[in-house]
C-alpha cells in the first residue's frame, strides 16, 4: 500500500516556466488538498477536492490550479512560476474533509529562480 | 478568517526533560489535530481531539482540549532524542477546512 505519492521530489525551475506536480493515492480517499509549507509558517491549504470533478480554492490558491478527474490523482499546476512559490510542496488525502486524519506525500521542494 | 497560533515557536530540552506546546486559534474549534515532522519528513498524524476538556494519552504523549474549545496542548513527559521535530496542531472550525498552527520545533540535546 503506496499511500499519498508525489512527484517529482525536487525541482528546480526558472521565472515564467509551468510544471506540474503529481500527486496519487491509493486508499480510495475522497478528499485531497494541496499545501505549502514556508518557514515559520507552517502548512497553507493551496486547493482542495471533496472528490472527482470538484475542486475549490484554499487559503492560497493564486498563482495554482488544479483538477480532479479521478479519484486518485490531483495533479498540482503552476502556472508561470515566480520566485515567491519556492516552498514544499505537500499533498494530503484523507477518507473525509472534517473528521478522519490526513495522509501526506513525501513533499515536493521546489526552488524558482 | 480563523487564525491558529502555537508557543513556543522552537523548545530545546536536555534529554528526559519534559516539552509542552500549546495551540490557540482565534474560533472555537469543532475538532483539532495533532501532527508530528520530522526533519526533512513530511507530517504525519498523532492524534485528533472532539470534545470539549478531552484527554488523550499515547504512551509519553498527552493532549487536552480545551473547555472552550479554542485551546490545545501537547505535552510529552522525559524526551527522548526520537521525539525531535516539528509539532504542529491544525483546527478546523465547523464546516471549514483544518487550518495548521505555525509548529513548534523540538530539539532534544542527549
Known amino acids: 500500500n503506496a499511500g499519498v505519492t508525489q512527484t517529482p521530489k525536487f525541482q528546480v525551475l526558472k521565472t515564467g516556466q509551468s510544471m506540474t506536480l503529481q500527486c496519487a493515492q491509493d486508499m480510495n480517499h475522497e478528499y485531497m488538498s494541496w499545501y505549502r509549507q514556508d518557514p515559520g509558517m507552517g502548512l497553507r491549504l493551496i486547493h482542495y477536492s471533496v472528490g472527482a470533478g470538484i475542486t475549490d480554492q484554499g487559503e492560497v490558491p493564486n498563482g495554482y490550479n488544479v483538477s480532479r478527474s479521478t479519484t486518485e490523482d490531483f495533479p498540482l499546476r503552476l502556472l508561470s512560476a515566480a520566485p515567491s512559490q519556492t516552498s514544499v510542496y505537500f499533498c494530503?488525502?484523507?477518507?473525509?474533509?472534517?473528521?478522519?486524519?490526513?495522509?501526506f506525500g513525501q513533499g515536493t521542494r521546489l526552488t524558482v529562480v | 478568517g480563523q487564525q491558529v497560533m502555537q508557543i513556543p515557536q522552537y523548545q530545546h530540552v536536555q534529554e528526559g526533560e519534559d516539552f509542552t506546546t500549546y495551540c490557540n486559534s482565534s474560533?472555537?474549534?469543532?475538532?483539532i489535530q495533532w501532527y508530528k515532522q520530522r526533519p526533512g519528513g513530511h507530517p504525519v498524524f498523532l492524534i485528533q481531539?472532539?470534545?470539549?476538556?478531552e484527554v488523550k494519552k499515547q504512551k509519553r504523549l498527552t493532549f487536552q482540549f480545551g473547555e472552550a474549545k479554542k485551546n490545545s496542548s501537547l505535552h510529552i513527559t522525559a524526551t527522548q532524542t526520537t521525539d525531535v521535530g516539528t509539532y504542529f496542531c491544525a483546527g478546523r472550525n465547523y464546516g471549514q477546512n483544518f487550518v495548521f498552527g505555525p509548529g513548534t520545533r523540538l530539539s532534544v540535546l542527549p
Open positions: 481531539l472532539v470534545k470539549s476538556g
Open positions: 474560533t472555537t474549534l469543532s475538532n
Open positions: 494530503a488525502s484523507s477518507s473525509s474533509t472534517g473528521v478522519t486524519e490526513a495522509f
